[in-house]
């Protein structure tokens, strides 16, 4: 399935594409502004939205309700426009980068973020955000990001989740 939200009508949408069908799942009043990158995380059945300093989760079981998060630890991946942000399987946690050498994981069962920081970054994001650029391989276990067409493109592996090591 593909979630997305109609940020100008507030619609929160459904595509099944064996159907080929959209469906509108009701009215939200969350993650309307621009520049907000979102992510599934289909472990625990949430779509979220993050950026332009806004973060909101919608449930994808049951009434689809929307919900603010606070993201304790994640204000640099919220106050940043159209950051990276998608779910990794091996640490059942989403992963933002919004430029340079730290990425924020996030926690969605205590609503905060870790941080890591790496040498030999991207650099800045593109002042027009990430969006997708920035994703996560699970076959390889990395991250990667194209930050720009006329730049190297960038890969991470995160350790696994408990260890302290990069």
């Not at 009215?27 to 599934?40: G, Q």
């Not at 919220?78 to 430029?99: E, H, I, T």
């Not at 592996?157 to 260890?163: E, H, M, V």
Request: with cysteine.
């Amino acid at each position: 399935m593909v979630y997305e939200v109609e940020g100008n009508a507030g619609v929160f949408w459904k595509y099944d594409p064996g159907a080929d069908n959209w469906t509108s799942l009701g009215e939200v009043k969350t993650c309307l502004r621009l520049n907000m990158t979102s992510a599934v995380d289909p472990v625990r059945k949430l779509y979220f939205c993050i950026g332009n300093g806004s973060f909101s989760k919608i449930s994808l079981s049951g009434s689809h309700k929307a919900t603010p998060l606070k993201g304790r630890g994640c204000e640099g991946l919220v106050a940043a426009g159209g950051p990276g942000f998608d779910f990794d399987s091996s640490q059942n946690r989403l992963v933002g980068w919004g430029g340079g050498a730290t990425v924020y994981i996030y926690d969605p069962d205590s609503d905060s973020c870790g941080t890591k920081t790496f040498t030999g970054d991207p650099g800045p994001q593109q002042k027009n955000g990430t969006f997708g650029r920035f994703r996560y391989f699970p076959a390889l276990n990395v991250f990667a990001v194209v930050n720009d067409w006329k730049e190297d493109a960038y890969v991470l592996r995160l350790p696994p989740a408990g260890t302290g090591s990069n």
